[in-house]
């Protein structure tokens, strides 16, 4: 049980991470377990800050994100903090307000940072004791990706063997400081996507003819991608990054209806990232389930990088960020 004593209340924040070893499919809704490991990098100049606190004799949540109600992520917030009110063997209602300083929905992991941020500052307002595991094992039941911002860097979320999900958990790879590489993130459109990722992956599991070799070659893209990272080699990361990607669209493409989260700003962009790296600029691309373009860069190339991308027609806006630290407690 938690505490009697109040205030019940916390802030954190989390930041977005991106999958260089793409996530796509679940084996188990319910506990959202993966049908694949995955690799990521977490960023730190785009951020969720959330703000929990729970009141003994509220019955119901109040959700506020970026200042206005949504009722889809209001039951979204609700279901995940049931597991930790769960947890605590309490039955109370929370205000919860959080802001990202970046585009929600839009293909930039606002529910990786939202997610692993509401967790943890959840864990926090009711005294919670929870290792790191723990919460990527809770953070991951919310979104598959918060898992993964719980910590910095360079970071795998593992597939797991048991039945119950306990070892579906990330840890650590690298540190952000060991290897900083940089990221520019091309916007190219600012709309919500119309297929959000849990049913892109249904969809994808139940009609695409690739799912099989999807699961069966992630695997040893993951291996490759971790000796990359702890070898600190560029252009090893950058091949099996891209490849990667481009086989998780594919994947995605030959679902029924195919799903294309791409525009023709994405693709441009991802052939300017090409021919820079043809040219020995060390980038290579990402694309996530949204149109925006995330281009991966040694930290002597990122002015290069902005500027090319910059250049590419129906690009909105290029933000640039480094790597950084996992989750933590803004406020108690
Ligand atoms: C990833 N994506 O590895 C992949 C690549 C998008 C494309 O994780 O249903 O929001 O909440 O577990 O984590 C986005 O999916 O999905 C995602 P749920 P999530 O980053």
């Known amino acids: ?71 889809a992520e209001a039951k979204r917030v609700t279901a995940c903090l049931n597991l930790l009110r769960e947890r605590a063997g309490v039955a109370w209602g929370a205000d919860v307000a959080s802001q990202n300083n970046f ?25 919670l004791q ?30 797991g063997q048991r039945a119950d999900g306990t070892d579906s958990v990330a840890t650590p790879l690298l540190d952000a400081d060991a290897w900083p590489l940089r990221v520019a993130v091309a916007i190219t459109s600012t709309a919500a996507k119309q297929i959000g990722s849990s049913e892109g992956m249904n969809r994808t599991a139940r009609t695409s003819p690739y799912q099989s070799a999807w699961i069966d070659t992630q695997e040893a893209d993951l291996a490759t991608a971790r000796d990359a990272i702890h070898a600190r ?32 700003a994405t693709m441009e962009c991802m052939h300017r990232v090409r021919a820079l790296r043809q040219q020995g600029v060390p980038v290579f ?20 990088v902005k500027a090319a991308l910059r250049d590419v027609p129906g690009v909105l806006d ?14 108690k």
């Open 285 to 304: 691309f990402t694309v996530d389930a949204g149109p925006q373009v995330k281009a991966v860069c040694a930290p002597s190339a990122i002015e290069q």
């Open 130 to 159: 929870l290792s790191d595991a723990e919460l990527s094992v809770l953070a991951r039941r919310c979104s598959g990706s918060a898992a993964r911002s719980i910590f910095g860097g360079y970071v795998e979320w593992a597939h």
């Open 233 to 264: 080699d560029f252009d090893a990361l950058a091949l099996i990054s891209e490849h990667s990607c481009l086989k998780m669209h594919a994947l995605a493409m030959a679902s029924q209806p195919g799903l294309l989260y791409w525009n023709g």
């Open 1 to 71: 049980r938690a505490d009697a004593h109040g205030p019940f209340h916390a802030a954190s924040q989390a930041q977005p991470n991106i999958a260089l070893i793409k996530y796509w499919g679940k084996r188990d809704a319910a506990l959202n377990l993966p049908v694949v490991g995955s690799i990521s990098i977490t960023l730190d100049s785009l951020w969720t800050r959330t703000q929990v606190r729970f009141t003994p004799e509220q019955t119901y949540d109040r959700v506020s994100l970026n200042g206005r109600s949504d009722e």
């Open 103 to 127: 585009p929600t929905a839009a293909g930039l992991a606002s529910s990786a940072s939202g997610f692993a941020a509401l967790v943890h500052a959840g864990a926090n307002a009711l005294n």
């Open 318 to 331: 290029v933000h640039d960020t480094g790597l950084g630290a996992g989750v933590r407690a803004i406020a």
